[in-house]
């Protein structure tokens, strides 16, 4: 893992939760163009900052080095919808999930995907009642 850089993490990374998250989003019964509106929700700098700020105790020592590694790279853009510190810390939340699936760490890599879902569906749903 050593080879390959943290924005490549994060890009993997990027793959991987947006996948999960369609997969989910689609048991909603959505019309297609609700399911994209629905998935922006969880796939949002800002929904990645707040995922990994609430797991981020949980994380092992290895995993808190691949996200701070990723967090402090030199990025080029910043999306327009997001802030720098949302996008740092996406981009380090993104990175340890590229690690866990190029290292074959799946069931680690379930779990946190599953807590990431629940931590962002909670959040959504106290906004609506708000």
Do not use: C, W
């Not at 999960?20 to 796939?43: C, G, N, P, Q, S």
């Not at 080029?76 to 290292?103: C, Q, R």
């Amino acid at each position: 893992m050593e080879d390959i850089s943290s924005l490549a993490l994060a890009f993997v990374g990027d793959a991987v939760f947006n996948l999960f998250i369609r997969t989910m989003v689609i048991r909603t019964k959505k019309k297609v163009r609700d399911l994209h509106v629905e998935a922006i929700k969880y796939v949002k700098a800002s929904a990645q900052a707040e995922i990994l700020k609430k797991i981020e105790a949980f994380l092992t020592p290895e995993e808190k080095e691949v996200v701070r590694k990723a967090r402090n790279a030199k990025v080029n853009t910043v999306p327009k919808n997001a802030t720098l510190a949302d996008y740092h810390m996406s981009t380090g939340f993104e990175a340890l999930l590229g690690y866990l699936y190029l290292s074959g760490q799946n069931e680690r890599l379930n779990k946190i995907l599953l807590a990431s879902y629940e931590i962002i569906k909670s959040s959504s749903r106290e906004n609506d009642h708000s």
